[in-house]
């Protein structure tokens, strides 16, 4: 499998506080990638850091071969590293449709204004556009709510609609932060099988910091666990499960949820 993003060595400090420590990571083309571990582990500061809002104390960061450790986050976006939020981001006073106009590189606000009064060739482009970004809400199962407003959308459509607005900035890498948080069973079996749709069938690469195992379990290829800043167990869902570091460092031991519900 070929390497696409990759992590040398890499340590963030926000002063005194060592928030990662010397971390290596990689994730490969085609796969999806967990993050666990517990509160203040070191998760988010991570996709701070592929995402370029954080610059790494020392260490190098790659992706698809280039050094980007020094690139600012507009132009990772450009690359292709799109991400979501904890909590959504989304235009609550704009329709479905409207989300996902405004993150198209090739649209913004003001043009979608603009575009009413566009004739011919321009106006041809916008239909374009507008296709494209049907297509996606029809891939992540928004289709039949383009008008609807996104504040008043269930909250695991929500988080679809986010995953579509990322896509809709053409990225190949996905860095979801607790995409199913705050969903019921449903809404999280929904997610789970999207994110497997998406990653097999767009060549979407996924990184997902998550917490619930059953989720994990079901849709990660890796899984990466972080304590304290520190990297203390990386491979397959299954070897993860039984690792002992792992089961007292995440689950103190005792917590019992690990193995989903
Ligand atoms: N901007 C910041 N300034 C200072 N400390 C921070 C900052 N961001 C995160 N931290 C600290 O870094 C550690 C890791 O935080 P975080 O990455 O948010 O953990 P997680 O997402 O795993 O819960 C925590 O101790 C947190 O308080
Ligand atoms: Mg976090």
């Known amino acids: 499998m070929a390497k696409l993003l990759s992590l040398e060595k890499v340590s963030v400090k926000f002063g005194g506080l060592v928030a990662l420590n010397e971390i290596d990571l990689s994730v490969n083309s085609g796969e999806i990638v967990a993050l666990i571990g ?35 986050p507009f132009d990772r976006a450009r690359l292709g590293i799109a991400r979501t939020f904890q909590n959504t981001r989304l235009i609550k006073n704009m329709t479905v449709l409207e989300n996902v106009l405004v993150a198209h590189p090739d649209c913004n606000s003001e043009s979608i204004l603009g575009s009413l009064f566009l ?50 900035t053409g990225c190949k890498v996905l860095l979801l932060d607790e995409p199913a948080a705050g969903m019921n069973g449903p809404e999280k079996k929904q997610l789970a099988d999207k994110i497997g ?65």
């Open 119 to 168: 004739f011919g060739k321009g106006r041809r482009r916008r239909d374009a556009i507008a296709r494209e970004c049907i297509d996606l809400l029809e891939v992540v199962g928004l289709h039949r709510k383009l008008d609807e407003w996104a504040g008043n959308l269930p909250y695991g459509e929500q988080r679809l609609l986010e995953i579509a607005r990322a896509m809709a």
């Open 197 to 261: 749709y998406l990653s097999r069938n767009f060549n979407l690469d996924m990184v997902l910091i998550e917490h619930d195992m059953g989720l994990i379990m079901n849709i990660a290829d890796k899984i990466v666990v972080l304590d304290h800043g520190h990297k203390i167990a990386e491979g397959p869902p299954e070897e993860i499960q039984q690792n002992p570091k792992v089961i007292s460092a995440y689950l103190g031991g005792e917590d019992d949820d690990f193995d989903g519900e």
């Open 38 to 72: 517990p509160n203040g582990a070191g998760k988010t500061t991570l996709f701070n850091l592929l995402t370029g809002v954080y610059k790494p104390t020392s260490g190098t960061i790659h992706y698809m071969g280039q050094n980007i450790t020094k690139l600012e």
